[in-house]
Each structure stands twice: as C-alpha cells, then as structure tokens.
C-alpha cells in the first residue's frame, strides 16, 4: 500500500525532479565509494589457479551482463506502467533506461570477448549464451530506433512498450541458454541450488562490484530520466510558442509549470 | 465469424490480384536462392550441405519483405480504421489478417521450395524435410512479424525499422526450423525434438502475435 502510494505520489514530475535532486548527489557518492571498494578488492584478489590474472575481468564482465538483463527487466515493468496503469513517468523511465541498458550490454560483450581470447582462444564464438546476449543487443538498438522514430512521446512510449514486452520473452533465454545448449560458457556458478561455486576471495568483491554497478545504474538512470522530463518541458513549451506565433491567440492560460506536466502526462 | 470470414476472403482476394505483392515473395525467394551459388560457387556437395540454411534464409527474408503490406494498404485508404472501430474483436481481426496473409504469401514460399531445393541439389528427403519445416514455422514469421508491422504502420518510414525489429524476433525459429532439417537430412540427431519446438514456437506467436499487434494498433492509431 505504502510503495503504491510513493509511485502516485511520484506521478508528478515536478516532485519527482524535486527528490531526484536531493536523492541524486547522495546516491552517486556512495555509488563512487562502493565502486573504489570493489575496484581495490579486485585488484587485490588472488589469481586463479588456471586463468591467471584473467580471472579478474571477471569482477567487470559479470555486473555488466548482469545489468544487461536487470536494465531489460526494468524497462519491462516500466511497458506495464505505460500499458495498464498509464502511469506518467513510466515511459520517461522506459525511453531514459534503453541506452543505458544497451551500453552494459556491449561492455558486457567486449568485456566477454576480451576474456575468451586468453581463455577458450577466441574472441567470439557462436555459442548460446553469446550469440543470446548479441541479439539483446540488437534488440536495444531496435527498440532505441523505434523511440526516435515517432515524433510524439506518448505515441512512442506505447509503441516502444509492446516492444519491449515482446523482447523479454529473450530474458530467460538468455539466462538459461548456458544449461539448455551446453556449449562453451560456463553454467550459473553464483546464484545456484545448492549454493555458489566461487571461493569466498572472488564471491566478495563480486557481490561488491555487482551492488556498485546496479547503483550505478539507478543513478545514471535518475539523471537521464530528469533529462528526457526536462527535454519534454522544453518541447512542449517550444510547441506553445509555436502555437502561439501560428495562431498569435491565447493558447493557454495556465502556467507554464502546469502546461507541461500535463504534456508529459496523459496524452 | 462470418464477419471474419468476409476478412480473410477479402485479404487473399486483394493479396493474389494486380499490385498485391503476395507472388512478390516467391520471386524475391527465386531470387535470393539463385544469388547464393553465385556467392559461394557452384560447388554441388557443398550447396547441398548448406541448402536448408539457404532456403530458410530465403523464406525468412521473402516472408519479411512482404509483411511490411501487411497494414499499410488498409491504413493508406482508411480500411484500418474501420476494421478498428467494427464490432469484431481487434485480436480476431489481426489474428484474422495474418492468416489470410500466411495463405496468401506463406504457403507459395513452401509450394516454391521443392523447385528450388532442385537448384540447390538436396534431394527427396532433404526437400520435404525443409518443406514441412517451413510448413511448421513461417506461422510463427508471420505471426511474430504481424507485432513488427503494427508497430510500423503509424510510422512514417516503417519499412527499414520493420526488418530490425522483426529479425530479433525471428532468430529461434530460424534455430529450430534448420536444425529439424539439418537432423531429418543427416539422421544423426532426432528429427522430433527440434520440429516439436517450432510447432511449439508457431502456437506461442499465435496467442501472442495478435494480442500485442491490436495493443500497438489500439495505441498507434490515435
């Protein structure tokens, strides 16, 4: 009851620019900290009795595919926001979430590739996991494509929302494709029955690592989510005047403040 | 139903006359089909090994070129928006389209293949073994694609977006359907399993496909 209350509450953009600014500063410093933590304890971790110094890609490569999946999942509830609730900042997050979650893809790719050529002698290979991860990539791309491809933001949102729903029929392929085709990626070794196959030396600063890199991303999404509500004002305001100038009569009497969240509200 | 019925009839009908693009895609087929000896040489055994990939290629990209038609014709002269606003379920109707289309552009692909396995040299086994993977998985093309074209036709230049949204989403099928060829051709694997999940993956798409598909055309077409 209380998170549905946040969630309306949180409907108005201007108190939600209102939060982020206060929440913002705070969540990037402890992003920073956590993010020094795991970086020195990687660097302070062991090497692997086989992969050598390699191994320590690791503490980069997983939080980043990790986050490939998360960022899609998010955009998921986001559609439903748009989709069911109509919820106003729900296609904000959606459009703000798209190319942020396609950058921790491809680092997770290059990151993959960068340590399967001392590991398995390849940069890239088809394997599921692999080639999985490729066509999420892609269809970040598509669905970045199709919200530059509709002038107006509500219509894109709805369009981009269908996507979306559509594309994460991929999520669970992707996360089992490594024990469907057993091929060269390894199986889920951290979140597994039975508990996780890494040693303690590698478990920590990855759990660090993995915290830091979500975090990240909740802030560079709140601030890229501030943006696009700015972005729209802007627009909105700019059709106003122009309206203004082409009919040269009273468009609205309301303020501005007031115009602009209902643009960016229902459409 | 019958509502439905005058749909579908209506569709083929316009689908199959001068202009309407469905014989379109087999040419396109012949075409794509005729340039990969040209690519990889005229090399018979090796054209054989790769002739399920080349034909499931073929179809893929034939079913998509045709798609883009699916919704544009009706939304250029104002049939979209009646068929929206009738009294018929937008699903059914969507469902309904598809259908007609699959009819009307699909099964060609899948009359034309055993002429064209021909030219890639597979033989009787190998022809019908492609030939009912097909039968079994361009539903799921279209289907799935139907998502892609609703999404594209309150776009201005939707043709290019459709191809990139639509292949994503057509990537298991292409998995699945060559690989039952691959495993009735060499025999090594069994042939059910793969076929069962593109038969699976066909009915997915055709719960999912028109449900999505009126969603975006409910949202699209304001």
Redesign the interface.
């Known amino acids: 009851m209380k998170l549905t209350e946040t969630l309306t509450d949180l409907a108005n953009p201007t108190r939600f620019l209102a939060l982020t600014a206060r929440i913002l500063p705070w969540l990037a410093g402890v992003t920073a900290v956590l993010l020094a933590i795991g970086i020195y304890q990687s660097a302070m971790a062991p090497d692997d009795y086989q992969q050598g110094a390699t191994v320590k890609i690791m503490f980069i490569h997983v939080p980043n595919a990790w986050l490939s999946m998360f960022v899609w999942g998010v955009m998921s509830v986001a559609a439903l926001g748009t989709l069911v609730w109509r919820h106003p900042l729900a296609d904000v997050a959606a459009k703000a979430a798209a190319p942020i979650g396609a950058a921790f893809t491809f680092l997770a790719l290059v990151t993959g590739s960068l340590w399967g050529r001392p590991m398995w002698g390849t940069y890239w290979e088809w394997d599921a996991r692999l080639t999985s991860v490729l066509i999420l990539f892609l269809m970040y791309l598509g669905l970045m494509a199709l919200w530059r491809a509709v002038e107006d933001p509500s219509r894109a949102a709805r369009a981009a929302a269908v996507l979306t729903l559509v594309g994460a029929i991929n999520i669970p392929i992707i996360k089992f494709s490594v024990d469907w085709w057993n091929t060269l990626h390894q199986p889920a070794s951290v979140l597994r029955m039975g508990g996780s196959t890494l040693d303690k030396a590698f478990l920590w600063p990855l759990l660090v690592m993995a915290i830091a890199f979500s975090l990240l991303f909740i802030t560079l999404h709140l601030a890229a989510m501030r943006n696009e509500i700015l972005r729209r004002r802007v627009r909105s305001l700019q059709m106003m005047q122009a309206n203004r100038i082409a009919f040269s009569s009273d468009v609205g009497t309301g303020s501005r403040e007031e115009s602009a969240s209902k643009s960016i509200g229902a459409a | 139903m019958s509502a439905l019925a005058a749909l579908i009839r209506r569709d083929i009908r316009i689908a199959l006359r001068v202009g309407g693009g469905a014989l379109i895609g087999v040419l396109f087929f012949l075409t794509v089909t005729v340039l990969m000896p040209f690519a990889v040489g005229p090399d018979l055994a090796l054209l054989s090994r790769l002739g399920p990939a080349i034909l499931w290629l073929g179809a893929l990209l034939a079913s998509l070129l045709t798609l883009d038609r699916l919704f544009t014709a009706d939304h250029e002269d104002g049939s979209l928006d009646l068929i929206v606003m009738s009294r018929t379920p937008l699903e059914l109707a969507c469902a309904a389209k598809a259908l007609a289309h699959w009819i009307a552009a699909g099964l060609p692909l899948i009359i034309a293949t055993p002429v064209l396995g021909l030219l890639l040299n597979l033989d009787g086994t190998a022809t019908l073994a492609v030939a009912a993977t097909l039968l079994a998985g361009t539903p799921a093309l279209t289907f799935?694609g139907m998502?892609g074209a609703a999404?594209a036709v309150?776009?201005h230049?939707?043709g290019l977006?459709l191809a990139?949204?639509v292949?994503?989403?057509s990537?298991?099928v292409l998995i699945f359907g060559v690989a039952a060829s691959q495993a009735a051709i060499s025999g090594s694997l069994p042939f059910g399993t793969p076929f069962s999940i593109l038969c699976a993956l066909s009915l997915a798409s055709l719960v999912?496909g028109p449900f999505?598909a009126a969603?975006?055309l409910r949202?699209?077409l304001?």
Do not use: C, E, K, W
């Open positions: 799935t998502i999404l309150t776009l230049r939707g977006l990139v949204l292949l994503p989403l990537i298991p999912i999505a969603a975006s949202h699209g304001d």
